[in-house]
């Protein structure tokens, strides 16, 4: 079965640079939601997105974008890179059944290290 | 190594043995839970979830129980093996919401 995939799966930037990270959700989802998680922590929940329109916002610094575009693939831009943004980035998609939630699914991530 | 309702970031237990993995919410609100698995580097994968109208739900090998009196939420191993050595974390959210919300992982470490 399809999974989500997460290109690419590793990063290395230097600081103020920008990157951009792509996520292809698992086919016929309509969630897709980005996660940030530290060494050691729990993951950090960015932003989200319902049918191409974003649906909540977490923890995400004003120096991140994110958009889902018209074949649901979504990508997190991120600019102004500092040291602390180094992390393991996850998307994970779902599909809201009847407006009911249902299993969301992970990548495999994209670790980013700054430098 | 069972530790029922307390919430340990660490769990050892001898191969075989079953296991109790607790994990506490604080938002009322929520109604949909899911219990996930992350290996070092890897994706959280997905265990078992359940919805807040049930109070238990069982998988292979996995049993999920969900406490709303008290927002306490646990997963059972039965005959843990070596291979479910990982970072175990519970999820939740609200209906109408598009946030799935993690609480604090536990590491089980399976001795053989």
């Known amino acids: 079965a399809a999974g989500v995939i997460q290109s690419p799966r590793h990063l290395i930037k230097e600081k103020r640079e920008t990157a951009t990270l792509k996520c292809y959700p698992i086919?016929?989802?309509?969630?897709v939601y980005w996660y940030q998680q530290g060494p050691g922590q729990d993951p950090q929940f960015l932003i989200s997105?319902?049918?191409?329109?974003?649906?909540d916002k977490g923890s995400i610094p004003d120096r991140f974008s994110a958009q889902q575009f018209s074949d649901y693939h979504s990508e997190l831009n991120m600019s102004s890179l500092e040291l602390g943004d180094s992390a393991l980035y996850f998307c994970?998609?779902?599909?809201?059944?009847?407006?009911?939630?249902?299993?969301?699914?992970f990548g495999q991530g994209t670790r980013l290290t700054v430098v | 190594g069972e530790s029922v309702g307390l919430h340990l970031p660490t769990l050892s237990v001898q191969e075989g043995d079953n296991s109790i993995i607790n994990c506490a919410y604080s938002?009322?609100?929520?109604?949909?839970f899911i219990w996930y698995k992350q290996e070092s580097g890897k994706g959280p994968q997905f265990i078992i979830d359940i919805r807040s109208n049930m109070d238990k739900r069982q998988g292979q090998r996995v049993t999920v129980l969900l406490n709303k009196t008290v927002k306490h939420l646990s997963l059972q191993i039965a005959a843990t093996q070596p291979g479910d050595s990982a970072v175990y974390f519970c999820a939740e959210k609200e209906r109408d919401d598009y946030k799935l919300s993690f609480g604090a992982g536990t590491t089980v470490t399976v001795r053989a």
């Open positions: 994970a998609s779902s599909l809201r059944d009847r407006g009911l939630n249902t299993e969301a699914f």
């Open positions: 086919p016929r989802h309509d969630t």
């Open positions: 938002n009322s609100a929520s109604d949909y």
């Open positions: 997105f319902y049918e191409k329109m974003q649906s």
